[in-house]
C-alpha cells in the first residue's frame, strides 16, 4: 500500500543548528514526492518538489529510492522557519497522500 | 495571479445538515482536488476533478460528493452531517501539466 511516514511529530531545534525532517515512502512505482509547510494561520503551501531539485529558503531534500526516504534538510535553521512541515506522495488521479506532518519549532 | 479561493471559510451545522463548500481554482487550472484535514487522521484525499469529470474518489462514505462547473469551479457536497464531520477542508488546483497542488484556506466546518 502506498503511504508516507514522518516519525517525528514534533521536532525542537535551536536558531543556527541544521534540521533534518524525516520522510518515508512506500509506493510500487516511480515516486514524484514533495514537501508541503504551513505557517501559523497560513494555508498549506509547497516547498519543494523533488524533480525539480531545487533549494527553497535553503531547504534541500534528495529522493534515495535505495531507503524509501525524502529527507528535508536545512544547514542553518531560523526562527521563521517554524512550522509544520508535511512530506506527501503523489499517487494517479490527483490524490496526494500526506504523512502525518512534523512540527519544527526552532527557539532564540 | 489570484490563489485559490474556498467559500465560506467557517461554517457551523448541526447534526443530519448537509452543507455546501465552494472552491475557485487558479485561473487556468483544470484539476481540484479536495481533502478532509482533522487532528487524528490528518489529511486525507476526497475525490478530485477534472474537465466536470470525478478522475479519483477516496475512502469516504457516499454522503460526500463533489462536482465542478465548465469555469472549472467546484463544489463539494456532505449530506447527513455526523459529527465526525468535523474538519478543515481543502481544495487544491493543479495546472494541466505538472503535480503541484496549489492550495485553497480552507473550510472549517463545525458539526454540533
Known amino acids: 500500500a502506498q503511504r508516507v511516514t514522518q516519525p517525528e511529530k514534533l521536532l525542537s531545534v535551536f536558531k543556527g543548528a541544521p534540521v533534518e525532517l524525516k520522510c518515508n515512502y512506500s509506493?510500487?512505482?516511480?515516486?514524484?514526492l514533495f514537501w508541503y509547510v504551513q505557517y501559523s494561520r497560513q494555508r498549506l503551501q509547497l516547498l519543494l518538489r523533488?524533480?525539480s531539485r531545487e533549494s527553497i529558503k535553503g531547504f534541500t531534500a534528495d529522493l534515495n529510492k535505495g531507503e524509501t526516504s525524502f529527507h528535508l534538510k536545512k544547514p542553518f535553521a531560523q526562527e521563521e522557519d517554524s512550522a509544520m512541515y508535511y512530506c506527501a506522495l503523489y499517487n494517479q488521479g490527483g490524490k496526494l497522500i500526506f504523512g502525518q506532518g512534523t512540527e519544527l519549532s526552532v527557539k532564540p | 495571479k489570484a490563489g485559490v479561493t474556498q467559500t465560506p471559510r467557517y461554517l457551523i451545522k448541526t447534526r443530519g445538515q448537509q452543507v455546501t463548500l465552494s472552491c475557485s481554482p487558479i485561473?487556468?487550472?483544470?484539476?481540484v482536488s479536495w481533502y478532509q484535514q482533522t487532528p487524528g487522521q490528518g489529511l486525507q484525499f476526497l475525490f478530485e476533478?477534472?474537465?466536470?469529470?470525478?478522475?479519483n474518489k477516496g475512502n469516504f462514505p457516499g454522503r460526500f460528493s463533489g462536482r465542478q462547473f465548465s469555469n472549472s469551479r467546484s463544489e463539494m457536497n456532505v449530506s447527513t452531517l455526523e459529527l465526525g464531520d468535523s474538519a478543515l477542508y481543502l481544495c487544491?488546483?493543479?495546472?494541466?501539466?505538472?503535480?503541484?497542488?496549489?492550495f485553497g484556506p480552507g473550510t472549517r466546518l463545525t458539526v454540533l
Open positions: 523533488h524533480i
Open positions: 476533478y477534472f474537465s466536470e469529470t470525478q478522475r
Open positions: 485561473s487556468g487550472h483544470r484539476s
Open positions: 487544491a488546483s493543479t495546472r494541466t501539466y505538472g503535480n503541484e497542488q496549489f
Open positions: 509506493y510500487s512505482g516511480s515516486p514524484e
